[in-house]
């Protein structure tokens, strides 16, 4: 059970911002939005995890809206390199381990 | 730093033989984690470890699967005997302590034929 909803793939142009979706509305006050996504045979790679406040780092932006029950990963300036397997996990930090559902597939076009 | 380190990279053997992954954690990271990949089910965490100590098997599919941590920098994940449903990739990852982002490594492809 991944608590989560996804789209199963989104287009994105390159240059423009990839916006991906998630939907956790059973989500309790503990608990944290994770994302990682996984490039073509390569493992998982960790991109920002957030509780309410919305959250950047040099990767990714991570909007979560004010009840919490869905949230935005935003890549900026997608590149074909940001194509891969997205993964919106939520999870009570320090203790849950991760359970990744099926993700959603991001396609960069040239 | 170099990031998780998984030996081999691909493994070809026959079923019924013995199969041994190995992984070397990012140094100072406390937990570590072995999961498996497949089409069919998708990432799946098998086991993990928090300072060198199992704490959840809970997705060890059976016997035929071991894990060790003998220390902080060393983990294996056995199977014995193989099967050749055992096939997929096999990730290790580490993090900094027990819940808290994890790293994983480039994982290691095992065909069972």
């Not at chain 1, 956790?24 to 996984?38: A, L």
């Not at chain 1, 891969?84 to 990744?100: G, L």
């Not at chain 2, 060198?52 to 599919?61: K, L």
Request: charged share 20%; proline share 7%; aromatic share 8%.
């Amino acid at each position: 059970d991944a608590k989560t909803t996804q789209p199963p793939s989104m287009d994105c142009a390159e240059g423009r911002a990839a916006n991906l979706p998630c939907n956790h509305s059973t989500i309790s006050g503990n608990e944290y939005v994770y994302w990682y996504r996984q490039i073509h045979s390569q493992g998982p790679q960790y991109i920002i995890h957030g509780l309410k406040n919305n959250e950047t780092n040099e990767m990714a932006s991570l909007i979560i809206t004010e009840d919490r029950k869905s949230s935005t990963l935003i890549l900026p300036h997608a590149t074909l390199r940001d194509t891969a397997v997205y993964y919106c996990i939520v999870r009570v930090r320090f203790r849950d381990k991760i359970i990744f559902g099926k993700g959603t597939r991001l396609h960069i076009l040239p | 730093d170099a990031g998780v380190i998984q030996s081999p990279r691909h493994e070809v053997t026959e079923m019924g033989q013995e199969v041994t992954l190995r992984c070397k954690p990012i140094s100072g990271h406390n937990s570590l984690f072995w999961y498996r990949q497949t089409m069919m089910r998708g990432l799946e965490l098998l086991i993990y470890f928090n300072n060198n100590v199992p704490i959840d098997d809970s997705g060890m599919p059976e016997d035929r699967f071991s894990a060790k941590m003998p220390n902080a920098s060393f983990s294996t994940l056995k199977i014995q005997p193989s099967e050749p449903r055992d096939s997929a990739v096999y990730f290790c990852a580490s993090g900094p302590s027990s819940g808290q982002e994890q790293y994983f490594g480039p994982g290691t492809r095992l065909t069972v034929t």
